[in-house]
């Protein structure tokens, strides 16, 4: 059993920065991807990043086409937690934000490969 909680959400103004974390507890969180998805109001949960464990020889990071470049994602296995740096904020960035850690060590950037959510972030982004 994994659990997670995220936090560092808030209200910023467009062009700003934020970063998120996300805590895990439990003993498997280095040999698990872990994601960052979102689910803005009226709309369906979406990716935005994904970091592979230690385990996976391929791709480390991957980022939807949305924000690739304003944001990055990491992760520190001695913490058991993994970040979302995210700058140069849009509105349309607002959103309920969930980290979820994989079924796998590969990074995926679909939401059926992730086993544990936390419980979501609220980040709003003025104009």
């Known amino acids: 059993q994994v659990q997670l909680v995220e936090s560092g959400g808030g209200l910023v103004q467009a062009g700003g920065s934020l970063r998120l974390s996300c805590a895990a507890s439990g003993r498997t969180f280095s040999s698990s991807a872990m994601g960052w998805f979102r689910q803005a109001p009226g709309k369906e949960r979406e990716f935005v990043a994904s970091i592979k464990s230690i385990n996976w020889n391929g791709g480390s990071t991957y980022y939807a086409d949305s924000v690739k470049g304003r944001v990055t994602i990491s992760r520190d296995n001695a913490k058991n937690t993994v970040y979302l740096q995210m700058n140069s904020l849009k509105p349309e960035d607002t959103a309920v934000y969930y980290c979820?850690?994989?079924?796998?060590?590969?990074?995926?950037?679909?939401?059926?490969?992730?086993?544990?959510w936390g419980q979501g972030t609220q980040v709003t982004v003025s104009s």
């Open positions: 979820a850690a994989g079924r796998g060590s590969w990074p995926s950037q679909a939401q059926y490969d992730y086993v544990y």
